[in-house]
């Protein structure tokens, strides 16, 4: 036994005298490199350009340093990258990217290679956040960004704010793409080309490529379709009584399959919102709070309203209302989801608000 | 020409070492050249008037008891006087004329020189072929006090000492059953070395006391200076460096163990008391924990549990996570290591081994010298070296921060063995982690688990109760401690013969 393990020691000692040692176990071997030779990607951006794309990778190698910006163009995001590489001492590495941008004229050509380059390379995730620049490039976006800092904690600090404001969300590739997939619809934050980076709305995805923009009252209604509303305030006046800014705290949205007869001729989105009197007078008599509960219900089933017409007017189900139907109405299952074309459709809204007591005693 | 590696030959034990009859010359000719043998002829007045002789080695016997006890009643007991022949004489003193407790009638010439040895006395009559021995000994010993590396907050504190028979007295006050077996074994040709083995009988599994004794048996070695020489005769110490038998310097503990149907070893000349069989769990867990309350005891375990993760995984899931897998850690923990590793000129893996080295070498000077100038060390080596390779960019902050804690984790483990054992194979994990990255370190991993898998004490899997089905309640003494009146029965893994501990 002593001898054999001898053997096959020496015999391990002299693959790697042999020269042809290291190449197989290379081979065998995950590849090191070291991570301070490393420049940690954050935000990658995409943009069309021409018929090619152009690749901007903005990192920072150290914490609290000036953002670098690299730059790179070819036909394809892959080749665009490995130009990339070549360009400065560090490797860059995308393991780290958080965001993905993409710029408009890109999105209207297509997001789908894009989506396809992170869903096959190795380093990068398929969490990684998708954000579409509106009116400019992901390129122009990041390089006015680095000037006041970074893009990736701008854009950080954008994601970890969702919560407070009503008319964005986070969405991953991954997200996209399940939509896309399964639906052939979905939607993305979009950001202002300028160096804040803040938020726009939404641009509406279909069959892979950028159709509009939900801005304003319908990125608003979006929120609400999809429950997403943490936080927002309505001002609202009733008629008759005095003004006073609510906080919605909640909204649950379902959508019901309409049916004459047998066919599917629209969908109702229900929406519950919940809120409190953030400013303005009690609300103690009944009658105030109903008129306050009117005037929010009317307020949202307009921002929800907007939110539908574009689905309606881009024939795109980019909010899943017909999977959210059929999960109402699974014996419809076939219906909503193989035969169901939302251009087709009526799309209504109904919404019930409620205004919660408040901490005052007066409520 | 074909090389032999000469090898001595085997060196039988003779058996008596010293053969013939008992006589004084006999033993002058054992003890010669000895300064500390001593033979003084006392004169038996009376009917039988003959001239005796008393043997015995200086500094082994006792003075006062050899003046005491057995000249004086020499001198004067009147019954004596009257005895007619030596022999009648001999006779009576060996029923009591003379007042030792101890006394046995030798005729060989082995005995003799071993009872010398022991701090007996012997008496020589002439014209006769047997002498009485009479014990003098001296029984100098340390007294007993609280054991040193075994903190106590509540509990005895009556720890052992050199003396084994001290120690087997302790137990006996620990344990008033008179079920308490004491079998001894002499070990070591020139140490000649009493050890105890001691256990619960109607309850401990007589096989693992016949299998215990059988190895001690089967000892023969010079001598037993130190606890290694017991250790790695009786358990397979040679194919791991994990510890199998388990040593406690608390008296308290010793007998928590004996009555759960461990077997237990004393050694003469060590103050510990060893436990056999002994699993992983039992390594984990502290004196402390009986005394502790049971969420307490529990929590504490699970922590060392942990502890132990990390002092062997920390190091080398660094190198693997830094060198091959970057995209497993946070990007903000990712960009503070590698503005820490700024400038620093070495890769990751070499400089976690060469700082578990130095950790290594610290731990080694700071045990080697005093206490006071250990200290000093530990602070010069750990703060000053420490914070100067950090400033002069030899070592990162990050590689520092994470040699610091994979060592303070290993500190936790209640028992120095297995804190070693984890560090050996702490040092192989890092070096497998820096040649393959995760897969290194699973591997690793594997093979430690392979390894301790593999392991017995006494024909306990080492691994019980997790990688062993042991039984109802297995977990309890070794993983989880629920409220004592809860838990009912033994360990099952050591088959008692009487599983149930308390009503």
Redesign the interface.
């Known amino acids: 036994m002593r001898r054999v393990l001898a053997g096959a020691l020496t015999a391990a000692l002299l693959l790697a005298l042999s020269g042809c040692g290291p190449r197989t176990l290379t081979g065998l ?8 030779d ?1 420049e ?1 990607v ?1 935000t990658l951006g995409v943009d069309g350009d021409g018929d090619g794309v152009a690749v901007t990778a903005s990192g ?4 609290g340093e000036e953002t670098h910006l690299t730059a790179g163009r070819a036909d394809t995001i892959s080749v665009a990258v490995l130009s990339m590489q070549s360009q400065g001492s560090s490797y860059l ?1 995308f ?2 990217v ?1 965001q993905l941008l993409l710029g408009e004229e890109l999105a209207r050509r297509g997001v789908s290679e894009p989506l396809d380059y992170v869903l096959r390379d190795v ?1 990068m ?1 398929l969490e990684t956040a998708l954000y579409l620049v509106r009116d400019g490039t992901a390129g122009q976006a990041m390089a006015a960004a680095a000037e006041e800092g970074s893009a990736a904690d701008r854009l950080e600090a954008l994601a970890e704010d969702v919560g407070l404001t009503a008319d964005t969300m986070t969405r991953s590739v991954k997200d996209v793409l399940a939509d896309l997939e399964d639906r052939g619809a979905s939607f993305a934050p979009a950001l202002t080309a300028d160096g804040t980076l803040t938020a726009a709305g939404y641009g509406i995805l279909k069959e892979g490529a950028l159709v509009g923009w939900a801005e304003g009252e319908a990125a608003l209604g979006v929120n609400l379709i999809l429950s997403r509303v943490d936080a927002d305030v309505v001002e609202v006046s009733p008629p008759g009584q005095a003004g006073a800014a609510l906080r919605v705290v909640d909204a649950r949205s379902r959508v019901r399959p309409v049916f004459t007869g047998d066919t599917l001729t629209g969908l109702e989105v229900l929406c519950r919102v919940e809120a409190n009197l953030a400013e303005g007078a009690p609300a103690a008599e009944d009658s105030r709070r109903q008129a306050l509960c009117d005037a929010l219900a009317g307020t949202e089933a307009g921002r929800i309203q907007a939110a539908l017409d574009l689905a309606h007017a881009l024939d795109a189900d980019y909010l899943g209302l017909c999977r959210k139907a059929a999960l109402l109405a699974p014996w419809h299952r076939r219906v909503l989801l193989e035969e169901a074309e939302l251009g087709k459709l009526t799309l209504t809204v109904r919404v019930e608000a409620v205004l919660q007591r408040s901490y005052h005693a007066d409520g | 020409m074909r090389y032999e590696r000469e090898r001595t030959a085997p060196h039988p034990r003779r058996e008596p070492r010293f053969a013939g009859p008992l006589t004084v010359e006999g033993l002058a000719e054992v003890f010669a050249h000895c300064v500390d043998f001593t033979r003084r002829p006392v004169a038996l007045e009376g009917e039988s008037a003959c001239t005796l002789t008393l043997c015995y080695l200086g500094g082994m016997v006792r003075m006062e008891r050899v003046s005491d006890y057995v000249l004086r009643p020499l001198a004067e007991d009147g019954g004596l006087r009257r005895c007619p022949t030596a022999a009648a004489a001999m006779a009576r003193m060996e029923a009591g004329a003379l007042y030792n407790l101890g006394v046995a009638r030798r005729t060989t010439l082995d005995q003799g020189a071993f009872d010398l040895v022991d701090g007996w006395c012997l008496l020589f009559f002439p014209g006769e072929r047997e002498a009485l021995s009479f014990f003098v000994g001296t029984e100098e010993k340390r007294s007993v006090s609280a054991p040193e590396n075994e903190t106590v907050l509540k509990g005895a504190r009556d720890g052992f000492v050199e003396s084994v028979r001290t120690n087997t007295s302790i137990v006996r006050r620990h344990l008033k059953a008179p079920e308490l077996r004491i079998v001894e074994e002499l070990v070591g040709r020139q140490s000649v070395t009493a050890v105890d083995v001691l256990y619960l009988e109607g309850l401990t599994n007589p096989e693992l006391v016949e299998a215990l004794v059988e190895r001690l048996r089967a000892i023969d070695i010079d001598g037993v200076f130190a606890t290694g020489n017991i250790e790695e005769y009786i358990v397979p110490a040679a194919r791991t460096p994990f510890p199998l038998v388990q040593y406690t310097q608390r008296s308290d503990r010793f007998c928590a163990g004996l009555a759960e149907g461990r077997v237990g070893l004393l050694i003469d000349g060590i103050p510990l008391g060893y436990l056999t069989p002994a699993v992983l769990g039992n390594f984990l867990q502290a004196p402390q924990d009986k005394s502790s309350g049971w969420l307490m005891a529990t929590a504490l375990t699970l922590l060392r549990y942990g502890c132990m993760l990390l002092t062997l995984f920390l190091p080398a899931l660094y190198v693997a996570m830094v060198t091959f897998h970057q995209e497993m850690i946070p990007t903000r923990l990712a960009l503070s290591i590698i503005a820490a590793k700024e400038n620093v000129p070495f890769r990751s893996g070499f400089e976690v081994l060469v700082l578990l080295l130095a950790f290594e070498i610290l731990q080694e000077a700071g045990l080697r010298l005093p206490q006071s100038i250990g200290q000093t060390v530990s602070i010069i080596g750990g703060l000053v070296v420490g914070s100067a390779a950090v400033e002069a960019k030899i070592v990162s902050p990050a590689v520092l921060i994470v040699v610091a804690i994979a060592g303070i984790a290993g500190y936790t483990m209640p028992s120095q063995e297995l804190s070693g054992a984890l560090r050996i194979w702490r040092f192989l994990l890092a070096l497998l982690a820096g040649a393959a990255g995760l897969f290194g370190a699973v591997a690793g991993a594997a093979a430690l688990i392979i390894h301790l898998a593999g392991l017995e004490s006494f024909g306990v899997p080492y691994l019980t109760p997790f990688a062993v089905s042991a039984g109802r309640e297995a977990r309890e003494h070794v993983f989880l401690r629920r409220p004592l009146p809860q838990v009912k029965d033994r360990p099952p893994a050591l088959h008692p013969r009487n599983r149930r501990k308390q009503r």
């Open positions: 071997l995950p590849y090191a490199r070291e991570i301070e490393m940690l954050r920072g190698a150290r914490e590495y393991g780290h958080g380093e995730r």
